[in-house]
T-cell receptor, first 113, second 112 residues
């Protein structure tokens, strides 16, 4: 099976712009979670989608949003970018309704200048 | 919400020695505890996990133990090798809550 894929792998944006990141889960996986990884904060949960519905959301401002499509692919959007949004954004997929094993994608490295 | 603490933040061991990383969690409802290994520039990889109905699980040189009463779990790596050098993350999850809470990571260096 192909693994979780994320596009693009690298992005450079300017403060105030918006960005959209994409995640394609492992075939057959219906749950997609998004995380922000920074050196100081580790892995911070953003949100989780299952069958096109957001089931859980972390403690991030409303500038961070996401969605999931009927083929389980998910997108994450960040509006009005701030310097502090520079991070590695990881998505992870899981096959089950109640999440057990999660498999991560390679991440999108976002740099905000 | 759940709070996961991980110690130590850095760990250096000689090749062939054992390494132990410890995590504590706060929510007694947590029932799934995975460990991830992240090599530099790569994605986190699931290396072992344990569910709350099990006290110990082993996979070759890696083992995880869980003490539900004390709310802590540990990763044990025996006969360490240089390729074990990476950052290791623990996590806790209430599986029906569909959210993982991660520890802050342990940077393990195995010295040849």
């Amino acid at each position: 099976k192909a693994g979780v894929t994320q596009t693009p792998r690298y992005l450079i944006k300017t403060r105030g712009q918006q960005v959209t990141l994409s995640c394609s889960p492992i075939s057959g996986h219906r749950s997609v979670s998004w995380y922000q990884q920074t050196p100081g904060q580790g892995l911070q949960f953003l949100f989780e989608y299952f069958s096109e519905t957001q089931r859980n959301k972390g403690n991030f401002p409303g500038r961070f949003s996401g969605r999931q499509f009927s083929n389980s692919r998910s997108e994450m959007n960040v509006s009005t970018l701030e310097l502090g949004d520079s991070a590695l954004y990881l998505c992870a997929s899981s096959s089950r309704g109640a999440i057990y094993e999660q498999y991560f994608g390679p991440g999108t490295r976002l740099t905000v200048t | 919400g759940e709070n996961v603490e991980q110690h130590p933040s850095t760990l250096s061991v000689q090749e062939g020695d054992s390494a132990v990383i410890k995590c504590t969690y706060s929510d007694s409802a947590s029932n799934y505890f995975p460990w991830y290994k992240q090599e530099l520039g790569k994605r986190p990889q699931l290396i072992i996990d344990i569910r709350s109905n099990v006290g110990e699980k082993k996979d070759q040189r890696i083992a995880v133990t869980l003490n539900k009463t004390a709310k802590h779990f540990s990763l044990h790596i025996t006969e360490t090798q240089p390729e074990d050098s990476a950052v290791y993350f623990c996590a806790a999850s209430i599986t029906t809550g569909n959210q993982f809470y991660f520890g802050t990571g342990t940077s393990l260096t195995v010295i040849p």
